[in-house]
């Protein structure tokens, strides 16, 4: 008797193990499967592609060519200028803030500023750190405007274009980030580069 009861006591913590453990992974399991549609979730698409820009070379006020190949590797913000800038820091002020707040979050742009101008004879203002400025950028301006064309307003002003790493534009905005909304999606998209995915 005291034989059976022992077999049967121990019948009943086995069961209970069991019946625990099946719990545990019911529970473990709708746990992860939440935490694997919260991480998907997360896993926001990247920017689209606009295209690309045109093979371009244009000079520095040193008469150093930038060209398309300089846009590789880097988040880069391209910001067009009908004519020079006293006082580039100072009138792309919202440019600089987007490239300012992304470098907060880790996030490394440079910006290049393009002159439809061509390159003038004394020294125009100087620019923010990790700034270039290349001089007759009409052509490329107008190959930007027809690849954004689709989505700009008719009279949109100074543009300004992201470039992803690999030299695909990945957003048009129209009046060089100066509307608050404009600067937070242009903000968004580059960070989007680095945090989005998987990059493609």
Avoid at 33 to 52: F, N, S
Wanted: aromatic share 6%.
């Amino acid at each position: 008797m005291l034989v059976l009861l022992t077999l049967l006591e121990g019948l009943g913590v086995t069961l209970f193990v069991l019946g625990c453990g099946a719990i545990l992974c019911v529970v473990g399991g709708t746990l992860l499967d939440r935490w694997r549609g919260e991480h998907v979730a997360t896993q926001l698409p990247l920017p689209p592609v606009y295209g690309r820009l045109p093979a371009f070379s244009l000079p520095d006020e040193q008469g150093v060519p930038f060209e398309d190949a300089h846009l590789h590797g880097r988040i880069t913000l391209v910001q067009f200028s009908s004519g020079a800038s006293p006082r580039p820091a100072v009138e792309f002020t919202p440019v600089l803030q987007v490239q300012t707040s992304l470098a907060n979050v880790g996030v490394g742009a440079q910006v290049v500023l393009v002159v439809n101008d061509p390159v003038p004879q004394s020294s125009e203002g100087a620019l923010p750190r990790g700034w270039r400025r290349v001089w007759g950028g009409a052509a490329l301006e107008s190959a930007a405007r027809a690849l954004g064309r689709a989505h700009l307003p008719a009279d949109a002003g100074r543009l300004l274009v992201l470039v992803d790493p690999a030299g695909a534009v990945r957003g048009i905005y129209a009046s060089s980030a100066d509307a608050p909304e404009t600067a937070r999606k242009v903000e968004e998209d580059a960070r989007c580069l680095r945090t989005c995915g998987p990059f493609r």
